[in-house]
């Protein structure tokens, strides 16, 4: 599938309770495949209030492009949907939202924090150093390994990440160095 397709539902309930839904499906084949339903039951299962801001924010991580967004990302977003949400907001949110396992926070090299929805499937990151571009993949290859590695060594992986560091070799990269393409 080239694009992501989202599909929201706003229940009758109330503005702010029901049967609110993201699914949000991978964009392409080199993300794993498969559906995550975003469910104003995950905040109430985090101890969180069903708000306007989280769900607007959730929305946001479920459709945007790029998928790794920073909270001055998401806040312009905010803003250009004349959406009433402050940056300090923006920031609260995302906190809270790490803290239920409902995002992931990364720190990929040089660029400040950025954020993903929390989809349930392992995947990994390549990240280009002149544009900032960051890829995601699933190698089974590469996971079996690490675990041979793992059992080698006499060790039992509970969790990893692994992110590889390289550049693009994109022509029309817009960050590359002119004197590199």
């Known amino acids: 599938m080239s694009a992501r397709k989202v599909q929201s539902f706003v229940g009758h309930e109330s503005r702010w309770s029901g049967a609110i839904r993201c699914a949000i499906m991978a964009r392409d084949d080199t993300r794993p495949s498969g559906v995550k339903h975003v469910e104003t039951s995950d905040l109430r299962k985090a101890g969180l209030?069903?708000?306007?801001?989280?769900?607007?924010?959730?929305?946001?991580?479920?459709?945007?492009t790029p998928r790794h967004m920073s909270a001055e990302d998401i806040y312009k977003h905010l803003l250009e949907s004349h959406e009433d949400i402050g940056l300090a907001t923006v920031y609260r949110v995302l906190t809270q939202f790490e803290a239920a396992g409902l995002v992931t926070r990364h720190h990929f090299e040089g660029t400040t924090a950025v954020f993903e929805l929390n989809e349930g499937e392992h995947h990994d990151h390549i990240v280009c150093l002149d544009c900032g571009k960051v890829e995601e993949f699933m190698d089974a290859?590469?996971?079996?390994?690490?675990?041979?590695?793992?059992?080698?060594?006499?060790?039992?992986?509970?969790?990893?990440?692994?992110?590889?560091?390289?550049?693009?070799?994109?022509?029309?990269?817009?960050?590359?160095?002119?004197?590199?393409?």
């Open 49 to 64: 209030k069903i708000t306007l801001p989280r769900l607007k924010i959730l929305e946001i991580l479920g459709t945007a």
């Open 141 to 181: 290859g590469i996971e079996e390994r690490q675990r041979t590695v793992a059992a080698k060594l006499q060790f039992e992986i509970k969790d990893h990440a692994m992110i590889l560091y390289g550049r693009c070799k994109r022509v029309n990269c817009p960050s590359r160095d002119k004197d590199r393409r």
